[in-house]
T-cell receptor, first 114, second 113 residues
Framework: NAGVTQTPKFQVLKTGQSMTLQCAQD?????MSWYRQDPGMGLRLIHY???????DQGEVPNGYNVSRSTTEDFPLRLLSAAPSQTSVYFC?????????????FGNGTRLTVT | KNQVEQSPQSLIILEGKNCTLQ??????????LRWYKQDTGRGPVSLTI?????NTKSNGRYTATLDADTKQSSLHITASQLSDSASYIC????????????FGIGTKLQVIP
């Protein structure tokens, strides 16, 4: 049981480049979400999805797009990378959106934008 | 000002000793509170969940407490082990579910031999 798998683990981009961070879960969870973790700040919600075909914005959505074509996959797209997007990105999933079941996190993607 | 504040920011203790981590929150309406453990280079892993009506909950050597009136929670670690070295994050989930979640910055714990 792999849980939540994120790829790549590390990535360096130049300003203006685009890329997709991959996230897949094998637990048949309906709720999936993306967070960024920056020094001196708590994890912040970027986008989330409550099921296939349904996505919505979180606290810090600007500069990012998501889609949810299947229950398993929830990729995060950076449209035009900026140095402010240098961060560690975590994907997470949960059986329930209500908070009654825990979030299961991937091991993160460390992104550097130069 | 973070609406979920944790203290101390960092802590060093000797192996075998106990420690207590604090979490104060101001966000509302409260649904539940979780403590997560995050090892270096890994994603957070849930340790405990506390709902509004619960005061204490244990998970092995970890015991969480909650005072919903004063909006304070603590995580007590008993007989610490080297593997307890990690960041411990307090997470408050509001009535809207995970769409309304606030993470603390975390307490970085180092257990030394």
């Amino acid at each position: 049981n792999a849980g939540v798998t994120q790829t790549p683990k590390f990535q360096v981009l130049k300003t203006g480049q685009s890329m997709t961070l991959q996230c897949a879960q094998d637990m048949n969870h309906e709720y999936m979400s993306w967070y960024r973790q920056d020094p001196g700040m708590g994890l912040r919600l970027i986008h989330y999805s409550v099921g296939a075909g349904i996505t919505d914005q979180g606290e810090v959505p600007n500069g990012y797009n998501v889609s949810r074509s299947t229950t398993e996959d929830f990729p995060l797209r950076l449209l035009s990378a900026a140095p402010s997007q240098t961060s560690v990105y975590f994907c997470a999933s949960s059986f329930s959106r209500t908070g009654e079941t825990p979030l299961h996190f991937g091991n993160g993607t460390r992104l550097t934008v130069t | 000002k973070n609406q979920v504040e944790q203290s101390p920011q960092s802590l060093i203790i000797l192996e075998g000793k106990n420690c207590t981590l604090q979490c104060n929150y101001t966000v509302s309406p409260f649904s539940n509170l979780r403590w997560y453990k995050q090892d270096t280079g890994r994603g957070p892993v849930s340790l405990t969940i506390m709902t509004f009506s619960e005061n204490t909950k244990s998970n092995g050597r970890y015991t969480a407490t909650l005072d919903a009136d004063t909006k304070q929670s603590s995580l007590h670690i008993t007989a610490s082990q080297l593997s307890d070295s990690a960041s411990y994050i307090c997470v408050v989930i509001l009535s809207g579910g995970y769409q309304k979640v606030t993470f603390g910055i975390g307490t970085k714990l180092q257990v030394i031999p």
